[in-house]
């Protein structure tokens, strides 16, 4: 046998336990980082009284998705890429029209005494509803609220909503509250 | 016209290998780093919806998976085509979700239990059915925090 000088030895295994690692590391790892939209259940409650409180129409944004992943907003077909804009609309109600919701003064910090909307948005799908389209819808009518308090934020502070301290994306949050109602799913359209 | 002459004559010089290591070592680390480790197998065709709306999911050890689509080809023979439900490693069925939901309750750790995230990992195919039931269930085991686990996307296609 070969009596090497202490302190050395060969390296040139080296590579090959490297490799088999890496290529360990490559097949029990994965690379993708979950990311997602968050959402609030209502609690179970199945001796909850119907809420029979008087909603006025004109505060209410009913969004319809047909088992055949068409779109029926207010009473009108209306193709998803649009929806953003008209859901924007609504929240925002700039010109006080009598079809789109009422507000109600309240006291906000940062901002004083704002009108608050009153409108509540509606979705309402069918159990035929392919989950691509339900996701959409949700994205879009979530990115409106956040376009809109982004205005806001740019318009208040001259800042990105995402950059600003806690208590002032809490004081734009009472501003546009986002009330998302999702009622029970219809099975009209079948499996 | 001019010929180039071969310079040098008698084989080629060998390349040292003696910085090989050091370099696959450099893509082991970048590895190492950049991914984590699969915690199930899935069972099921995954093709996640995508968003423009999105936020990483924080902590890891408050989140709960839900994997709902087709079965691999492998599985249909025996599970069929239509969408299933997959929790941990398993198939399982809409009133399995409670008893899952409160052992995941159960792993953690008791100031946390509210903070419990349920994951929904769609594919994006999946009729909303199934989806309904689940999220009926999840009310019901009182795991409130949702989040339906989408693909960043710049524009919705």
Redesign the interface.
Known sequence: MPIRPTGQFSAASMADIAFLLLIFFLVATTMDIDSGIYRTLSPYDPDQPENTDEIKERNVYVVLINSNDQLLVEGIPLNIYKLREKTKEFIENPENKANLPEKAPREVEYFGEVMVSKGIVSLQNDRGTTYGTYIKVQNELIAAFSEVREKVAMQRFGKHYADLPKEKQDAIRAHYPRVISEAEPKNIGGK | MAKFGRKGKGGLQEIS??S??DI??M??FF??V?????ETTLKIDQHL?G???????EK?SL?SYINIGKPKLTFQTLYGTEPRIQLNDAFAKVADIRDYVTAEREKMDENERPLM?V?LK????????V??DV??E???A?A?????????VEV?E
Do not use: C, H, W
């Open positions: 290998t003696a090989l290591p696959v070592f893509l082991l590895f190492m950049s991914t984590v480790m699969r919806p968003a423009t709306e999105v936020k990483k999911l890891k989140v995230t994951s769609v594919d994006d195919k999946t009729k909303m059915g989806i309904v999220k009926q999840l009310r019901k009182s409130l925090k949702i989040n339906y686990s989408t693909r960043k919705i």
